[in-house]
Structures are given as structure tokens and as C-alpha cells.
């Protein structure tokens, strides 16, 4: 009995296969989320040059951190406006350049175009054109609208940053809607109109449950990617005005970064992968609700 | 986002992060992080550091290392976090006390030319327990920098009221370029001239809900929203490009009006109701005391801050060699200003000068600060409302041990 067998052997060229992505994902995935989890349990104090043991005294802190409560509510508010608006828009486009009529192709790729922007140029623009001054209020006093201070604004600032960020990234969404419009059989509704439907009774008895695997899909990209949003806040709002803007991964960025709270910063971090994976969790949970095909 | 590369890579570096930190013999690289990417800046940099090489042949390299402004302390600190602190550091003085405090730095007042002759305003920023632990290397006084081509009449010295009025009636307006609504602390160059003070002496206590700071903010405001005579929020109006009547800004700036094409003078800060008064913004270079190479980045910034060098230095950045704080000595190298606008300006203002606030735990009061601030930029404000809830804000931060 030799050591190499063609089992052992057949293994072996298997995982020298994976190797590479494995070990990528190891250095850069799994190593880094073992060491937030690490770091997270640690006072460090990168200036003075300590780290040192504090069990769980971050995650107490945590629980009575008035600003990081303030943040969540900004969190959950931005992403509930951008899932809304994102999927309802993406949507309505997809629909609208669905049909058959001339110059369409033109319309997609200009909804499509903000996706390619780099995202900090596409920020920068827009902060020029949201300025008191900027071209937004400039098309608004066009039609007799005096426009407010876009990002110095409570409410107007998270509405502003919500826009940009929809607008950039709705292109996405629309074309995922779009393959997946397309992929419904023309038949179901020519059967429907046969049997009296009418558009809207269409859209929703034969449209939305169609494509509600690619709702299920584009919702849990834009959540999580809404938890995800930092330089379009880090460039048009630094988190204010107030804390109105500072998102979680803002308020962590401030906590590890500007105020060299490290361990901290890690557990707020610990906290952002919980919400991220809870959420995600949710989402796939309820797919038998939402999506026809599972059952 | 300039940081973010800068971050990944500190994150990389601190996967593979070696500890050791014993001194290495052999030749020694030495790598000094700065915020000017200024091709003048560096070529005297340079100039310095080979002339230092030349007689120290175990050192093989000094490299500049240019940091963006915006940013520089956070990118400087995850630096230090992964592991890739570099030897020598330019220092902001906001993050001053946090520096000094935390023992990241070296000692180094004994490698330092007659230190004796720096003066005590200049450096109490940068000591503790009678050591040195940053050499102010820049020394900036605030001054106001006035286009003379949209305000023709321009007296020695101003009153607040006086400048916001004249501000005012230019219909360019007085802007003051580090602002931005966000960077609060740069407002303690009008503010000093109220008597105010973000904090007490000791950093313990509170002073933005003070009769001064209320008085102060209160003409600011009103200069914001009722005379106009400052640009609101949320609009970018650029002196240097000739589109504000006056700027409040540090004399190391002069150089950006260098191909101006306006005329334009520069005077001392306006008197306030409490008189003369002068604010300086700082920059110290300190050696990381966990450098591998700390002693010989020790004697380097010796030799970078001698006499000699401090003097070709101060064409830059101005000195606080009491021997280099001189009109004449200032005036050989700043082509710029005028020797009455320097005495007036700089030498005074470094010699009576407070430096612009700074705490421990800076950039956290910073950011709260700021935050606390906002409501305070509305037409309809309630200043003193404001300010009262920026103490109740800070206070558990300048408690903070």
C-alpha cells in the first residue's frame, strides 16, 4: 500500500487548486475579521504604544454609547431611504425601458453611465452642484423655487446624500430588473389580457412575482451596501450637520481613525458584521415568502 | 478619499507587523513624514538632509515623505498602528498635547542647538516635565491678508467692526480659508480678540458658554448673516484667486499670492473689544521614540534645526530662534512682505502669540465641536443656546483623564 493513493493524490491536486483563492481569502478576509474579533477585547493605544487585555469592556461600552445610538438611527434611516427609492426607481426604469420604442438603448446606457463614474469624482460634482449657489438650486429657482442649503440641512443633508448615492448606483439595479423583465414568457401576458387583466393587475400578478428573486437580490445588495456607504459622507457631509449623517461605519472611521480609539473602533465594527449578517440572514430566511419559485 | 489607500496599506502592514525595536547598527535609513508636497519646500528639505549625509555616511537615506494635509494625523496614526511609523514626523499643533502626552515621542531638547533661545511661547506646546519633545519647526502668525485692488483704504490697524464693515461694503466679503464651518478652531484668531478661550488655562473646563466667547460668536454670526461681510455656509469663495475682499489666514500662506494678479497687503489681526492681540498656528517635527533608528533621527533633527539651517528654514517657516526673529533676517527670504508688515505681523505676533487650541483627545473635541456648532450657522440661531450645548457636549471630554 503506497502513501499516494489516486484518492489521496486526486485531493491533492484538488486543494492545490483552491489553494490560491483559499489562501488569498485567508490573508485577506478571514485573518482580518479573526483579528477585529481580537482587537475588539484590547484597550490600544497606538500613540502611547499599549494594547492591552480589557475583556469585555468595549462591548459595555457599546451598550451605553449615547452617539452610537444616534448613528444607527442615521443608519437606519439611510438605508431604509435608499432601498426605498433605489428598488422603486430601479424598477420604474426598467420598466419604462422595457418597451419596444425607439432610443432606448440611448436611455439605458445613460442610467447605466453614473455606474462607472469613479465615486469620489461623482461625490465632489455633486457637492459643487448641491452648494447654496449650485447648479440644484439654480434649475430650482428656474421655476420659481427658492432651494435650501442642500447639505447643511438636518433633513436636506441625509436627503442629499441618499440622492447621490441612488442616483449613481440605481444604472445597477435597473439592468439586473431589465434581465429579468426580459426573461418573463410574453404568453403569461397575453393569456392575462385574454383574460381581462389590465396593466397594473399584470405588473403586479405576473411582473413582480416573476422577477422576485431579482427583488430578493437587488435588496440585499443595497442593504448591505447601504451599510456600507462612507466616502460619499466623507466628502459631502463629514457626518454632520450635527451627527445627523454619521452613519455606522462613519462613526467607526471617526472612532479608530480620527480618535484612535482602535479597540473600539473594532467593536463597533464586531457590531456592523453582526448587523450586516443578521440582516442577510433575514433576507435569505424569507425568500420563501417573497420568491415564487422556492417553496 | 487620499486616506484610503493610505489605510489599506497600514492594515496590510499590520497583518505582517514585526515588533523588535532594538537599535540597529549598519547603515541606517531614516524616512520624516511632512504635509507639504511644495516642490520648493522639499528641495531645501533635501538640500539639508544630503549636507547632513555627507557627514554621516551610516546614514544612507533620508526620505520626505509626503503626507496630504487633509488627513495627515489620521493617516499618520494608522501608519503608527501598522507598524510603519516612520522615523521622524511633522506634528499639527492640534494633535500636539496628544503626542506629547502619549510618550510617543522621543526626548530630544538635549540635541538641540542652543535651546535656550527658543522662545518660551513658542515651544510650551511641545514640553512636558521641562523636556522638549518636538521642535516647532513652524511658527505661523495669523495676520489679514487684504486685496487692495476691491478695498483701497487700508489703516495700520482695523477694528473687528471696522474690517467686517469695510468687508462688507467691498461685496466680496472677509473669508477665512481654513474654515470651511468645520475647522471651528481657526475662529479663535477673531474670538482672542474678545478675550475668549475654548477652554480654561488648565484644559479642564469649558469656555464657549463664557460672556466673551457669547459676545464673540455673536458678532461673528452677525457678520455671517445680518452684514453679509463673511460668506455663509456651504459657499467656497477663494481669496488667493482674488474672489474675497480680505482673508484671515497664517503668513506661511503669502507664498500662494506669489503670481496674484491683484494687489494686496497684509496687516496685523483687528484690535477687539479687549485689544491687541495675536494667534499662531504651529508645526513641531519630533522623532518616534519606537523608530529602530530613533538616536540617529534624534541627531538628525539636531542638524536639521541648527542655526544655520533654521535660518535658511525660516524662509518658509518662521522661526522661534529669538536670533532669527528679526525683520531684516525674516525679510531676506520672504521677498513678499514688506519689513514693517513682518515686525508687525510676525515677529510680534510669534513673540505675544497664543497658539490656536488644542486638547488632549484633540480630534474627538474636534469632531464634537463641530458637530455641536452646526445649529450655530443658521440665519435664525440662538448663539448662546449653541454655546451653552457645546459645554454640556465637551464637558465629559475635557473631564476625561
Known amino acids: 500500500m503506497t502513501f499516494w493513493t489516486y484518492r489521496r493524490r486526486d485531493n491533492l491536486v484538488g486543494y492545490l487548486f483552491v489553494a490560491p483563492a483559499l489562501l488569498g481569502s485567508l490573508a485577506f478576509v478571514l485573518i482580518p475579521l479573526a483579528l477585529v474579533g481580537w482587537y475588539s477585547l484590547n484597550e490600544w493605544n497606538v500613540l502611547g504604544g499599549t494594547f492591552e487585555f480589557i475583556g469585555g469592556e468595549n462591548y459595555k461600552q457599546l451598550l451605553a454609547d449615547e452617539k452610537l445610538r444616534e448613528s444607527l438611527v442615521a443608519t437606519a434611516w439611510f438605508a431604509a431611504g435608499l432601498v426605498v427609492l433605489n428598488l422603486s426607481l430601479a424598477l420604474l426604469l426598467a420598466v419604462l425601458l422595457n418597451q419596444k420604442l425607439r432610443g432606448t438603448t440611448l436611455f439605458r446606457t445613460l442610467f447605466f453611465s453614473p455606474v462607472l463614474v469613479s465615486l469620489v469624482a461623482w461625490t465632489l460634482v455633486w457637492q459643487l452642484m448641491l452648494q447654496p449657489e449650485g447648479s440644484v438650486n439654480g434649475l430650482l429657482g428656474f421655476f420659481g423655487v427658492h432651494g435650501p442649503n442642500w447639505l447643511r440641512g438636518d433633513t436636506t443633508a441625509m436627503v442629499s446624500v441618499i440622492v447621490v448615492q441612488v442616483v449613481k448606483n440605481v444604472g445597477l439595479n435597473m439592468v439586473l430588473f431589465l434581465a429579468a423583465l426580459q426573461g418573463v414568457p410574453a404568453p403569461l401576458y397575453e393569456a392575462a389580457k385574454i383574460d381581462g387583466a389590465g396593466a397594473w393587475t399584470r405588473f403586479r400578478r405576473i411582473t413582480i412575482p416573476l422577477i422576485s428573486p431579482t427583488i430578493l437580490l437587488t435588496s440585499i445588495i443595497t442593504i448591505v451596501g447601504s451599510l456600507q456607504v462612507f466616502a460619499q459622507i466623507a466628502v459631502l457631509t463629514q457626518g454632520g450637520p450635527g451627527t445627523s449623517t454619521t452613519v455606522l461605519i462613519y462613526y467607526l472611521y471617526q472612532q479608530a481613525f480620527q480618535f484612535h480609539h482602535f479597540g473600539y473602533g473594532a467593536t463597533i465594527s464586531v457590531l456592523l458584521f453582526v448587523i450586516v449578517a443578521a440582516l442577510t440572514l433575514l433576507q435569505w430566511r424569507m425568500r420563501r415568502k417573497w420568491v415564487l419559485h422556492e417553496s | ?401
Not at chain 2, 507639504?36 to 533620508?62: G, R, W
Not at chain 2, 535656550?116 to 515651544?123: A, F, Q, V
Not at chain 2, 514688506?338 to 505681523?345: A, F, N
Open chain 2, 1 to 401: 478619499m487620499s486616506r484610503l489607500p493610505a489605510l489599506i496599506v497600514a492594515v496590510l502592514l499590520a497583518l505582517t507587523a514585526c515588533g523588535g525595536s532594538s537599535a540597529q547598527s549598519g547603515p541606517k535609513s531614516l524616512r520624516m513624514t511632512v504635509w507639504t508636497a511644495n516642490e520648493a519646500h522639499l528641495k531645501l528639505l533635501n538640500e539639508i538632509a544630503t549636507e547632513y549625509k555627507a557627514s554621516h555616511p551610516d546614514v544612507t537615506e533620508i526620505k520626505f515623505d509626503s503626507i496630504p494635509a487633509d488627513g495627515y494625523t489620521t493617516t499618520l496614526t494608522t501608519q503608527i498602528a501598522g507598524g510603519n511609523a516612520p522615523d521622524l514626523a511633522w506634528i499639527l499643533e492640534e494633535s500636539a498635547p496628544d503626542f506629547v502626552s502619549s510618550g510617543a515621542l522621543a526626548p530630544i531638547r538635549s540635541k538641540i542647538e542652543k535651546a535656550d533661545e527658543l522662545t518660551p511661547s513658542g515651544i510650551k506646546l511641545w514640553e512636558k516635565d521641562g523636556e522638549l519633545y518636538a521642535y516647532p519647526f513652524s511658527t505661523s502668525p495669523f495676520g489679514l491678508f487684504v486685496n487692495t485692488s476691491l478695498v483701497k483704504d487700508v489703516p495700520a490697524k482695523w477694528t473687528w467692526e471696522q474690517a467686517m464693515a469695510a468687508a462688507a461694503a467691498s461685496g466680496k466679503g472677509l473669508v477665512l480659508p481654513d474654515f470651511k464651518y468645520q475647522n471651528w478652531a481657526v475662529l479663535s484668531a477673531i474670538w482672542r480678540g474678545w478675550d475668549a478661550n475654548a477652554w480654561s488655562e488648565d484644559g479642564r473646563s469649558c469656555g464657549f458658554a463664557s460672556r466673551e466667547m457669547k459676545d464673540a460668536m455673536s458678532f461673528i454670526h452677525k457678520a455671517i448673516f445680518t452684514d453679509k461681510a463673511i460668506p455663509g455656509p456651504g459657499t467656497t469663495v477663494d481669496f488667493f484667486a482674488g474672489n474675497a475682499a480680505m482673508a484671515v489666514s497664517q503668513i506661511s500662506r503669502a507664498g500662494a499670492l506669489k503670481d496674484a494678479k491683484f494687489t494686496w497687503t497684509l496687516v496685523p489681526l483687528p484690535t477687539g473689544p479687549k485689544g491687541d492681540y495675536a494667534v499662531i498656528g504651529q508645526a513641531g517635527v519630533g522623532v518616534m521614540k519606537r523608530s529602530k533608528n530613533a538616536e540617529a533621527a534624534a541627531d538628525f533633527l539636531g542638524f536639521f534645526t541648527n542655526e544655520a539651517n533654521s535660518a535658511k528654514l525660516a524662509q518658509f517657516f518662521p522661526s522661534v530662534r529669538s536670533s532669527l526673529l528679526n525683520a531684516q533676517t525674516l525679510a531676506k527670504s520672504n521677498p513678499l512682505i514688506r519689513p514693517e508688515q513682518l515686525q508687525s505681523v510676525v515677529v510680534e505676533g510669534i513673540s505675544k502669540g497664543v497658539v490656536k487650541p488644542s486638547h488632549q483627545g484633540q480630534e474627538e473635541l474636534n469632531q464634537t465641536i463641530r458637530a455641536a456648532l452646526d445649529p450655530l450657522w443658521k440665519a435664525d440661531a440662538n448663539v448662546s443656546a449653541v454655546l451653552d450645548d457645546v459645554c454640556v457636549k465637551i464637558k465629559p471630554l475635557l473631564e476625561r483623564k
